[in-house]
């Protein structure tokens, strides 16, 4: 079973899986592991997997459970890729925001980690803005989040540092979001934003036809340097 962990809702009437990697020995922190529209799928487990082997405790909350509890696709098959479409029309952000702090509070509380960053690729590029500018998540890194110009209100409440992966060539997020982006947020003391010329949505991800290799590795080591000095 890929959700081998299972956190209670904030109100405490429900609850959900997770997909849990833990590292050798204590955790150094512990990262939530935001999915794309593709469910905790197998390069998410991927992704928790390789930070867990950096010395994280990592978690992979799985976001759709409203919908279809274990929901798993695959970007390169075309029908998974509609179904997974169809998925995100119907999905309610909002609680999700609040999924994610109830994981926040799950590890905190109970697996007893303090300090908690959280990474989003897509539609999880998205959630980690909006976790740095709704909860007390100590660090957030989004890859090709969608929409985030829609949410420049938001960005007055971000109190801890987010770091933001932006492929100029992104299918997704056209070049006026990308500048509004930028005329938004260069000048916030707790954002970073990241330019990757001329690649496209979904770059670093871990298998799959989107994936750039050199891009992947030089995101991937600006993410690792920023959780190492965020979350230590």
């Known amino acids: 079973m890929s959700l081998n962990e299972t956190i209670p809702t904030l109100e405490g009437d429900a609850s959900f899986g ?7 020995g204590t955790p150094r922190a512990a990262i939530i592991v935001i999915q794309e529209i593709f469910g905790v799928n197998p ?16 978690l992979a909350p799985d976001l759709f459970w409203r919908l279809q509890p274990g929901f798993e696709a695959d970007p390169d098959i075309e029908a998974e890729f509609q179904t997974a479409l169809e998925m995100m029309g119907r999905f309610d952000q909002d609680l999700a925001i609040r999924d994610l702090e109830a ?29 740095a500018a709704r909860t007390d ?15 420049l ?9 987010l770091l933001l ?12 979001t990308q500048a509004a982006m930028h005329a938004g947020l260069d000048d916030h003391p707790k954002v970073t934003l990241y330019d990757y010329e001329g690649l496209d949505h979904g770059f670093a991800t871990e298998m799959g036809k989107r994936r750039v290799e050199e891009a992947a590795q030089l995101a991937d080591s600006r993410t690792a ?6 979350l230590g």
């Not at 997770?18 to 050798?24: D, H, Q, S, T, V």
């Not at 992966?165 to 006026?176: K, N, S, Y």
């Not at 340097?225 to 965020?230: I, K, P, R, S, T």
């Open 43 to 58: 390069g998410i487990r991927r992704k928790c997997d390789k930070l867990a082997a950096e010395g994280y405790l990592a």
């Open 165 to 176: 992966h932006i492929p100029t060539a992104d299918g997704f997020v056209p070049r006026e």
């Open 137 to 151: 998540i100590d660090a957030s890194v989004g890859y090709y989040g969608v929409g985030i110009d829609g949410l």
């Open 103 to 131: 994981c926040i509070h799950h590890i905190r509380r109970t697996l007893g980690i303090a300090k908690v960053g959280c990474v989003g690729y897509c539609l999880g590029g998205r959630l980690a803005f909006l976790a």
């Open 18 to 24: 997770a997909y849990l990697a833990r590292p050798e």
């Open 153 to 161: 209100g938001e960005k007055h409440a971000i109190a801890n540092p």
């Open 225 to 230: 340097a920023f959780f190492a000095e965020h």
